[in-house]
């Protein structure tokens, strides 16, 4: 019951964080804004979480989970409401900031929750079910925030979807779940630095494979409705393709728990990372709308299964009373891949088409997936 509730947390922060996403773009395009200025609204969701995630995540090893927790919701709900307080162009970056941070706070307390639950045999299956909620979360936000927009209008939008993260918050308010406690104001040895986690071999390599399957990720939402514009299809045909991707997050999660019952961490990540690089070799190949559909349902299988297992690697080799830092780590480095990718790859797609940036990300998920298999 302890990891439903949890899962329920997540859900509703992730469905107002996605739906908010979606919501600040378009009434950004309303407000006349070009397309940098939409990167760069964007790109201000993972400024903070890159920048601070190693504290957050050092604050809850000291502190616990419960407070910072609960001020993560409030943060998220503030940031999603400023635009409906203050419909204006210049609330929107205020609005990213503080809905990124409030975001990115919960999600390293609900990742370090799932983790410290039940054995470590149980550890792979209970953040299978953890990462359900994301793929929920990511389905329902932006449809919820595309109706609402069309029927109600943009303000109405932030309103509706600012009520997820506060129902979340009031729910943990109201139910105080037992949650991971922190270890005080101990001093800190020498070397509890984030070089000594970098030292340790097998957390070095979950923080690498993390960040190529971090990159693939950001690389799709990004490339796919550039490739699809380039080859003549329509904004609709777009999103349909792009479901086809949430749908196969959704049901290879819905699977992961029994295939993390019977396959080891390492086996999955390789097998995920392999799925992933064939879809992007075929990618420029393809301007057929069902194979197109396709490929992203292939691309959602590969790099929506292998996240939990990296969470489970990553908290069974943590050292003890750094679990939080070191999934502020893992957040550091996915922060880094949503500010960083978007702009490197839209530069050399610019400079030279959107064939080669496929096929480079193509051959760094290959060959990560190959080194991944070699650690099995």
């Not at 859900?11 to 006349?32: D, E, I, K, N, P």
């Not at 020498?190 to 950001?218: C, I, N, Y």
Request: proline share 6%; hydrophobic share 55%; with cysteine.
């Amino acid at each position: 019951m302890r990891l439903a509730f949890i899962v329920l947390l997540t859900v509703l922060a992730h469905l107002g964080l996605v739906g908010s996403r979606v919501t600040l773009s378009l009434f950004a395009l309303s407000q006349g804004a070009t397309p940098f200025t939409i990167g760069v609204l964007m790109s201000l969701y993972a400024v903070l979480p890159m920048l601070f995630a190693v504290s957050a995540g050092r604050l809850m090893d000291r502190i616990g989970v419960f407070r910072p927790l609960l001020a993560a919701g409030a943060a998220l709900t503030v940031g999603i409401l400023i635009p409906c307080v203050w419909p204006a162009m210049p609330a929107l970056f205020p609005a990213a900031l503080i809905a990124g941070a409030g975001f990115m706070v919960a999600h390293v307390a609900l990742n370090h929750v799932v983790g410290a639950m039940g054995t470590p045999e149980e550890r792979a299956v209970n953040f299978s079910w953890f990462s359900v909620s994301f793929a929920i979360g990511g389905f329902f936000g932006p449809l919820l925030a595309g109706f609402t927009i069309d029927g109600l209008g943009h303000r109405v939008a932030f309103l509706l979807l600012a009520f997820f993260p506060a129902a979340g918050a009031a729910l943990l308010a109201w139910k105080r779940p037992p949650l991971p406690s922190g270890h005080g104001k101990r001093e800190r040895q020498a070397g509890h630095k984030v070089t000594d986690l970098l030292r340790e071999p097998q957390l070095r390599a979950a923080f690498g494979f993390s960040g190529v399957l971090a990159m693939g990720w950001d690389l799709y939402t990004f490339i796919v409705p550039v490739y699809g514009s380039h080859i003549g299809l329509s904004a609709s045909t777009i999103g349909a393709i792009m479901g086809a991707f949430a749908l196969a997050t959704f049901t290879v999660r819905m699977l992961m728990p029994a295939l993390s019952r019977r396959l080891r961490e390492w086996t999955v990540v390789a097998a995920a990372l392999l799925i992933a690089g064939f879809a992007y070799t075929l990618f420029p190949f393809v301007v057929q709308v069902p194979l197109l559909m396709a490929l992203s349902f292939l691309l959602g299988i590969g790099l929506g299964s292998a996240q939990p297992m990296i969470m489970a690697l990553l908290y069974a080799v943590s050292p003890p009373g750094r679990q939080g830092e070191v999934v502020g780590v893992r957040s550091t480095v996915l922060g880094m891949s949503t500010t960083i990718t978007p702009l490197a790859y839209g530069a050399a797609g610019s400079a030279f088409g959107v064939a080669p940036v496929l096929w480079v990300m193509a051959v760094l998920l290959l060959s990560a997936g190959w080194m991944a298999g070699r650690r099995r």
